[in-house]
């Protein structure tokens, strides 16, 4: 059985795009990706954050989205890069709606895909 571990492959992943940057001499693949970028939406839930759950971004996407797995739709949503240093007790944050939610786990929403050029020679690294 074979586990595709690329994240662009999974619905859950926080990644719309990406490429394969370098190759080395061996076959191993060096790649990057663009994270997506959501706009806001007039049904987000917008919370602030207690003291319980201050750096832990998992725990309100748990609560608010039903899997802790969703907390980078958050953190996209909010452009928190970290979340132990952004997400902080007063803060407010905007939470998608489960309807939403869904569709940008579909792909249908939300996701902006990058403009980066993807390299058509990729060269081995030496």
Not at 55 to 77: E, H, K, M, S, T
């Amino acid at each position: 059985m074979s586990i595709d571990t690329n994240s662009l492959n999974s619905r859950k992943s926080r990644y719309v795009s990406g490429g394969t940057a370098e190759v080395n001499a061996s076959g191993t693949a060096i790649e990057w990706f663009e994270p997506a970028t959501f706009a806001a939406a007039s049904d987000d839930t917008y919370y602030v954050i207690e003291r319980r759950f201050a750096g832990r971004i998992d725990l309100v996407a748990a609560l608010f989205l039903g899997d802790p797995r969703y907390w980078w739709v958050i953190a996209q949503y909010n452009s928190i890069l970290d979340p132990y240093s952004e997400f902080v007790e007063g803060a407010t944050v905007a939470i998608p709606s489960q309807t939403r939610l869904q569709a940008i786990l579909g792909g249908k929403t939300g996701g902006v895909t990058s403009t980066r050029e993807v390299p058509t020679t990729v060269l081995p690294i030496v």
